[in-house]
C-alpha cells in the first residue's frame, strides 16, 4: 500500500474510533449492488488500491482484510503487498466469508458499521441477526467514505435513451403486463426494483452512468396502474418525460426512494429480491409495509357504517400486509432473447468476429515486422477498440479491454497501463485478448489467445486443453432442467485430469445491450447454500470460457458465446444444445494434435467450418479470406 493509502485508512479510524466503531465493512457496490459501479461508488478501491471489479473491504482500528475471488487472486496479491491489508482468497479451504470473520469480532457492545445503501438486504439481514445474537450494534447509516474522500467524483449523470422496437422485440406494456402477472402469483400488490439492467430492460430504455455498462442510475415501484422510475432531473429527456405520460409512469427524484417507501400508500404486500434491494431500502420498506397495514387496519376497523369493529377481526380479515421475499422476475424474463433480439445478436457476433479476426492479421503481422516501432499491450487494445468503433450501431466497450502478454495474462482481468504495466509484445509466446462491444443490436464479449511467435510444448499442451475444454461444452447435448452446476464438468473434466483447474467459473450470462455479465445462468462447478440456478431455457446466451493461468508464465483462455437453442424431443423428454455465437477461429500454431480426441477433433473442424461459411462474406479482400481458409483448414 502507498503512503496515500496508508493516510486514507488512518484518517478512516480515526472517524470510527469518534463514532465508537470497531469495524467498518466498504464493499464494492453501489447503491443497486451491481458488478461495475461508477467512480463516484469506488470507496473499496479509493482505501486500499486494489483495482478489481469484486471485493469487499474490512477495515479494523488495528487491522484490515480484503476479500475477492479467484479471478483477481494473483491481482490482489501485488496490489496490496506491502499494505497491512490481509488478502482473504474466497471460496478456499480455511478462508471464512466476510459474515464469519465478522461474527468472530462480534461482542456485546461492540459496533460495526456500513453505508446500508452499498449492502444488499440479505447480506444487512445475515449479520443482523448474528449482530443480535452477539450483542453487537450495527450502525447503518454512515458514508465514513465519503466523510474521507475530499475529491470524490460526482454522481454520474447523463441523459437517458429510449430503444425502439426493432431493437426490444417486445413493448414496454408486455412486458409489465408480465411482471404484474408475476406479482399476482406471488399475492403482492407492489413489487420493488434497484437492480439497474432489470429497470434498463423493462423500460425499454438505456443509459450511460456507468462505463461500458449502458443503465442509468434509478430505482423502480411497480404496482397494479403505476410505476414509479426515481431517477436524476438531467437524466430526463422530453422524449422520456412524453413516454412517460404514454405509460403511466410517474418520474420521480432519485434521492427520494427511501422516503417513498417509507411513506407510500401500500395495498397489499410488497414483493423483493433480497439480492439487489439494499438494506437501507429494505429497512425504509419493512416500516412503510407496516404503517400501511396499520392505516389499512384502523380503516377497516371503523366498517362501512363507520361504526368500529374489534382489531383482531380486522387483521384477520388479511389487512396485515407484509414483505415477500422472491427471487428477481425480471432476472427470469431478461435472460431469455425473444426473436427480434436473437435475431440482431447473431448479426451483430458476425460482424464482431470478423473485427476480431482483422485484429489478430493485423498484430501477428504487426509484431512480426521488424522495422517496425514495437506495439505494446495497450497500443493493441486500442487498435481493437477502434475496429469495433468501425461497426454499425456501435455504442461503447462492454469492459476495458484485456490485452495480456506473457505472464500479465496468468491475471485473469489484467489491466495494461501505458507508463506503468504496458508490456511490449515480442515475436515470440502469447497474448491474451479479452474484449467486447455495446451494440444496439446486442453486447458481445469474447477471448482469444494468440501466439505471436514460437511458443513451448507446454503452452500448446495447456492450449489444446483449454481448446478441448471450450469444445466439449459448446457440443453438449442435455435434458431440458439442466442448469450450469450439471454441466461444467465438461469443461473441467479435461483440465482435472491434468491436475489443472482455473479459479472461476466457466461461462455467465450476457445481457442483450445491458450488462456483459447477466444474471442468472451461470456455469459454475462450486454449489453456494441457498442459491436457486436457473435451467437453461432456449434463447438464453451464456459464455464458455476455460483456461489455464501459470503465475509469472502465462495465462490461456478461450471464451466462446453460446446460444441455447432446442434439439430434438422425443419419449425420453426434451433435449437442448448449444449453438456458437462467436465465430473466430482457435489459434491452429497452439493446437497439439496429440491431446484431441476422435470427437473433439471432430468439433474443431466442424466449428472452423462454420467460422468460415459464416464470416467468409464480411472478410471481404483477398489477404483477409486467404487468412480465413489457412485458419480453418481441417487439423
Known sequence: MSSIHSDRIEKLRALMRSEGIEYYVIPSADYHNSEYVAEFFRAREYFSGFTGSAGTLVVGLSEA????????????????EGSGIGLMKMGEPGVPAVSACLEEKMKEGAVIGFDGRCVPCG????????????????????????????????????????????????????????????MAEKGAAAYIESKLDCIMWLLNMRGSDVEC??????????????????????????????YAALNRISLLPYDNFEEF??????????????????????????KGV????KRAAKKL???????????????????????VKADNPLEAFKCVKNPVEMANLRECYKK????????????????????????????????????????????GLSFETISAYGANAAMMHYTAVPGISDAALKPEGMLLVDSGGQYLTGTTDVTRTIALGPVTEEMKKHYTLTAVSNLQLMGAVFLHGCTGINLDILAREPMWREGLDYKCGTGHGIGYFL??????????????????????????????????????????????????VDRTSNESGRFLSFEPLTLVPLDRKLIDARYLTPETRALLNEYHQRVRAELMPLLTNIKEQAWLIEQTEPV
Open 65 to 80: 482484510y480484503l476479500w475477492t475471488d479467484g479471478r483477481y487472486f494473483i491481482q490482489a496479491a501485488a496490489e496490496l
Open 123 to 182: 447480506k444487512g439481514r445475515e449479520l443482523g441477526k448474528k449482530a443480535k445474537k452477539y450483542g453487537t450494534k450495527l450502525k447503518t447509516d454512515l458514508d465514513l467514505a465519503g466523510q474521507v474522500w475530499e475529491d470524490r467524483p460526482a454522481m454520474p449523470c447523463h441523459p437517458v435513451l429510449l430503444l425502439s422496437e426493432e431493437h426490444t422485440g417486445e413493448t414496454f406494456e408486455s412486458k409489465v403486463s408480465r411482471l404484474r402477472e408475476k
Open 213 to 242: 455498462n449502458p443503465v442509468s442510475l434509478c430505482h423502480m415501484l411497480v404496482d397494479d396502474r403505476n410505476v414509479y422510475l426515481f431517477i436524476q432531473e438531467e437524466e430526463i429527456t422530453g422524449e422520456l418525460r412524453a
Open 261 to 286: 417507501l417509507l411513506i407510500c400508500d401500500y395495498q397489499g404486500n410488497l414483493l423483493y429480491d433480497p439480492s439487489f434491494v439494499s438494506y437501507s431500502a429494505y429497512l425504509a420498506a419493512k
Open 290 to 293: 407496516k404503517r400501511a397495514s
Open 301 to 323: 376497523s371503523k366498517g362501512a357504517s363507520g361504526k368500529k369493529t374489534h382489531k383482531d377481526a380486522a387483521e384477520k380479515d388479511g389487512v396485515k400486509y407484509r414483505l
Open 352 to 395: 464482431d468476429s470478423a473485427a476480431l479476426c482483422r485484429f489478430i492479421m493485423w498484430v501477428t503481422e504487426r509484431v512480426s515486422d521488424k522495422e517496425k516501432e514495437p506495439v505494446t499491450e495497450s497500443g493493441a487494445a486500442a487498435y481493437l477498440d477502434g475496429l469495433r468503433a468501425e461497426l454499425p450501431d456501435f455504442m
Open 515 to 564: 450488462s456483459v455479465h447477466e444474471s442468472p445462468p451461470s456455469i459454475r462447478w462450486r454449489v453456494f447454500p441457498g442459491r436457486q440456478d436457473t435451467p437453461f431455457e432456449p434463447g438464453m446466451i451464456v459464455s464458455d470460457e476455460p483456461g489455464v493461468y501459470l503465475e509469472g508464465q502465462y495465462g490461456i483462455r478461450i471464451e466462446t458465446i453460446l446460444e441455447v
